[in-house]
Nanobody, 118 residues
């Protein structure tokens, strides 16, 4: 079992920055592809970014490319999402997700709120 705890959300103005963290406990994340998803009120959950087990490969949703950076520190069992040039449309609850597809394992954090004011 993996427990994921997100932190770092908050209220920022347009153009501001936040750094989200996702700390894992219970098991090493080295076998897990890590993802960030978000869900705005009244909207479906959407993919934001992902990073491979080793951290060598990353993927981003088009609207965040060039503004968000996902990274991981396997020694600290933590994944990060650096968010720059934030826009009001980035307002959402952000969720950390760990996937180990070969083993059919999928874990979620409780979410952290990000609010960007215009």
């Amino acid at each position: 079992q993996v427990q994921l705890v997100e932190s770092g959300g908050g209220l920022v103005h347009t153009g501001g920055s936040l750094r989200l963290s996702c700390a894992a406990s219970g098991r090493s994340l080295t076998s897990y592809t890590m993802h960030w998803f978000r869900q705005a009120p009244g909207k479906e959950q959407e993919f934001v970014a992902a990073i491979s087990e080793s951290g060598t490969t990353t993927w981003y949703e088009d609207s965040v490319k060039g503004r968000f950076t996902i990274s991981r520190d396997n020694q600290k069992n933590t994944v990060y999402l650096q968010m720059n040039s934030l826009k009001p449309e980035d307002t959402a609850t952000y969720y950390c997700n760990a996937q180990f597809r070969a083993a059919g394992l999928d874990y979620w954090g409780q979410g952290t709120q990000v609010t960007v004011s215009s």
